[in-house]
């Protein structure tokens, strides 16, 4: 079974694309995505089972390295302090063991967000490119203001 995936204004988005320098176009694109993975992080953290509250801390959002041409972000389970630390024990409450049933909480949060991730995109996409804008027109400004 094939899925398509179709974003709405993809038109517009690249007309505007035309009047944005591929730095500034890399700049929002990852603002974007980053923006994006903190929602499926604050989702993931309301949804972990709580038992002293150190899961729900080590649930992290970052933008990974990758690629100089893709913007990519990340949503993580931190593993740092140990066993009674932080997020250690999250794939065990995720997928069970043996004496103890599943508690997902990060599989039904992508799920959730999957068919969401394009209307998500476009929305958080236009503050991003109008902040954009406003720094490009204050750098504009400012080299106006010295060459005066």
Do not use: C
Not at 13 to 39: C, D, M, N
Not at 67 to 94: F, I
């Amino acid at each position: 079974m094939t899925q398509a995936l179709r974003i709405e204004g993809i038109r517009e988005l690249k007309e505007t694309l035309k009047t944005v320098s591929p730095a500034e176009g890399r700049r929002i694109a990852r603002r974007t995505v980053t923006r994006v993975a903190r929602q499926v992080r604050d989702t993931a953290r309301e949804r972990a089972p709580v038992q002293t509250g150190n899961l729900k801390r080590s649930v992290k959002s970052r933008r990974a390295q990758g690629a100089p041409d893709r913007a990519e972000a990340e949503v993580y389970a931190d593993k740092s302090g140990g066993r009674t630390g932080s997020g250690y024990h999250w794939h065990l409450l995720e997928f069970g063991t043996v004496r103890m049933p599943a508690q997902p909480f990060i599989n039904p949060t992508i799920e959730e967000y999957r068919p969401r991730i394009p209307t998500i995109y476009q929305q958080e996409w236009w503050p991003q490119y109008r902040k954009e804008m406003a720094k490009r027109a204050r750098k504009q400004a400012q080299r106006q203001g010295r060459s005066r």
